[in-house]
């Protein structure tokens, strides 16, 4: 089952977001979402077996890389 999340501004997003808030914030497949935080300058971590990110780090990111 999946979760839904609906978002209306960045503050209203979680501390630490999952592969799947990447997808929807920019608008990419799944595929390239999990490409993209396996990238060595992507801001993600791994908890156990879960990809996790920091709102923080990945904003910072964005503005870093002009996407």
């Known amino acids: 089952m ?3 999340r609906h978002t209306g501004s960045m503050d209203e ?3 630490v ?3 799947s808030d ?3 914030i920019m608008g990419i ?3 390239t979402a999990y490409e993209l935080v396996h990238r060595p300058d992507f ?3 791994r908890s156990g ?3 996790r990110i920091s709102r923080e ?3 910072e990111w964005m503005a870093k890389n002009r996407i």
């Open 29 to 31: 497949s799944r595929t």
């Open 13 to 15: 997003l979680p501390l």
């Open 57 to 59: 780090a990945f904003f």
């Open 49 to 51: 077996r879960l990809i």
């Open 22 to 24: 990447i997808q929807r």
């Open 2 to 4: 999946s979760k839904t």
């Open 43 to 45: 801001p993600a971590f």
């Open 17 to 19: 977001l999952e592969v």
